[in-house]
C-alpha cells in the first residue's frame, strides 16, 4: 500500500511521560488538509474515533468502521487498525474553520488539535481539465518557497495517495505511469501517461510539514485539479425534420482550437473546414470552426430524408471525432411559417412546438444572418428574450424592448445537450418585422419623424419616402444629401445613428405610411397619423343618449371607420375601438353611415358618468389614419334642478334678510338723528 508512504509533518506537541497529548497543524485557505491521530493503545483499535470542534463537539465526524474511508460533507475519516492511527481529512478549508480540535476514541483517551488556517500564496487554487483516453496530461502544483526542501505528495480523492516525492529527490523515473518532478525553487510538476477512462476523478497538490517528532506529521494541500478524461470516439443520436433545420454544434478540447477540423458523411470524402472564424459552405452543409471556443458549427437546411446518415465531425490530424447519428422524419404537425409585427420598444410573442418525445429538451430561438443560417442570439441579447411553455408540445417565446436590429427571420425549436455535442432541431420559422411608433401630427402643425439606423450605414445616404423605398409607388420625400425643401427639413445626427425629418404646415393628405430606408438593405416603417383642428364637443344627461357625428375627410369607398376612447388616438385605435365599419353594434354602442351627408354617426345609449372623456372618430385607408378628436360630457340632469331650486330658495332668504336689515339700520339713523337736534335747538 503506498499509504505507507505518507509521511506527516509534526508542528507543535504535548507531551507528557512520552504521550503525545496535543499538537498544531497548518491548512490552507480555499485547499485541503490531512493528518492523523495516533491511538493511545494498541487496545483502541476497534473502538469508535472521532474528530470534532472542541465547543461542544458539534462538528466534526466519527466511524466504528476499519480501512474505510467514511464522509460527513467537508470531512472524511479513515481508521486503519495496522497503523495505531486514523486519519482525518479536511476539504475546501476557510478561515472559519480556524480553532481548536480534538480527536480520539469515545472511551479512553483524546488529542487536541489546533488548526490554524493561513492565506498563503497560491493557496486554494482549483482548475478543471479536459482530456482524451490515450493522451498525457501534466499538472503544475505551485507551492510557497519556504517549502522547496520538502516532501511533495500528489494524492487522489477518495482513492488515497498516488504518488510521493522524497524531499532529496528531483524526480521519478520516466517509466512510470504517474511521474512527479520538483523545481526544488516554487513548484513540482505531475505527469499521468497514457489516460485511461479511470484516471478521471480529484486530484490534490500538497506539501509535508515537519515537527519534532516525525510519527505525527501532516500534509497542506494546496491545489486541487478536477481531470475529466473522455473516450475518443462518441456517439449521438440527433433528429431532424424534413424541410426544416439542423444546427450542430461539435465540442473539443482548447489546446485543439488551433487545428484543422472536419465533417464526413458515412464513407464518403473527409469535407475538411480550411477557414477559421467564418462561414464555409460545401454542397447543403454550412460549418463554422470557431477557434475561440474550440467549436465546429454544422448548419444544414432544407432537410430530406436523404440527409439523414451517419456524420463524423472530428480534428483532423490527430483523428478525434464524434459520430453524429442524424434522423430525418417526416412531419406536418408543426405550425407553418408565420409573419409578425413589433413596435420599437414594446414586446413580441413568437409561438413555437417541439418535440415531446425526444425527451429532455431545452427551448431555442435563432436567428438568421445575411447567409440565412440561423445562428443564436448572442448572450448580451438573452437577457430580453422570455421563454414559458403554454401548452403540451407549444412554447413562447417573448422578446422584450424590441430594436430595429431585431427585425429579421428566427426559428425556433428543441435543443439537445451531449457532452461531446449540442444540437438544435429547428421547427418553426418567424418573419419578424419591425416599425416605429406611429407619429401623431395636428393638421396645420409639425412633426418629427425619427430613423434609427445601424453604426455601419452612418456615412451612407438615408432617405425617408412615403410608401416602402424602392419600389414603383414609393414617394421620395428628402434625402439626408438633400438641402431643406419647402415645410421639409431634415438632420442626421451620425452619432446617434438618428436621421430625422421634421414635416411642418402638416395637412390631412400627409398622414399615411412612412419608410426610413438605406438603399434597398435596410427599411424601417412608420406611420404618420393626423388629428383635425376642429374637435367636436357634446354634453348629455346621465341615463340619456348622444349622437355625435364626425365628418368623412377623404371620399374614398374603401375608408375604414371607428370610434374609440383613450387619451392617445394612435393607442386608441389599437386597444379602444367601441364600433366601426365591422362592428357596427357594440353593447350601448352603434355607428351608422350617412354617405350622401359626408358623415358617419355614433350612438350612445344609457349613459354614464363614467362616459364622459376624450374619445376619437378615425378613418383609415391602407393604413392611413384621420382622426377628430371627441369631447363628451355626461352630467346629472335632476341634480342640476335641485341645485338651481335650492339656489333660488337661498336668493329669496338672503333678499327679505337684506331688507329687515336695511329697515332696522334706518330705524337706528332716525333715532341718531333726532337726538342730536335735540340737543342742538335750545341752543
Known sequence: MRAAIIIFIFITLCLISGQVLCFRVFGCAGGSLMFKCLYKNQNDQHKEKYFCRRRGCISGISSELQRRWVYNGRFALYDDENSRFFTVFIRNLSREDDGKYTCGDNQTWSRDVDLEVNRESGCGTSVIRDKYVGQTITFLCEYDHEFKTHTKVFYRLKEGPVHVLNSSQSSQSSEEKIILSDSHEDHFNVTIRHISADDGGVYLCGVERYGSDPSITHITFIKEIQLNVYSRIASVQVQAYSSKSVFITCKFLQEFRRNKKFIQKDSSQKIIVDEQNQWVRHDKVHMYDDSSEGLLKVFISDLTEEDGGTYRCGVN????????????????????????????????????DFPEKHGEIFKHICRENEQKICESISSSEQKRFEFSVSTAGVFTVIISNVSERDAGVYWCGAETRDTHLTSVSLTNQHQLTVTMPPVVGREGGSSEIKCPYNEKHSREVKQLCKGKCFTEDAQNIIRSDEAKKTKISVKNE?????????????????????????????????????????????????????????????NHTSLQRSFCRGDQPNICVRDGVRVSSNTRTNGRFSVTDETSAGVFTVNINNLTEEDSGKYWCAEESSGSYIFTEVHLRVIRGSSMIVAVSVGLILLAVCLVLVDAALAFSNEEIDSDYTTVIYHIVPN
Not at 324 to 335: I, M
Not at 507 to 521: L, S
Open 494 to 554: 451620425t452619432e446617434l445613428n438618428l436621421f430625422t425629418v421634421t414635416l411642418s404646415e402638416l395637412r390631412a393628405e400627409d398622414a399615411g405610411i412612412y419608410w426610413c430606408a438605406v438603399r434597398d438593405e435596410f427599411n424601417l416603417r412608420t406611420e404618420l397619423m393626423i388629428v383635425m383642428k376642429d374637435a367636436v364637443t357634446r354634453e348629455a344627461s346621465v341615463g340619456g343618449s348622444v349622437s355625435i357625428s364626425c365628418k368623412f375627410i377623404r
Open 317 to 352: 490530424i490527430v483523428h478525434l471525432f464524434t459520430d453524429v447519428k442524424l434522423t430525418v422524419n417526416q412531419v406536418d404537425h408543426f405550425r407553418a411559417s408565420s409573419k409578425a409585427s413589433a413596435v420599437i420598444g414594446e414586446s413580441v410573442k413568437l409561438t413555437c
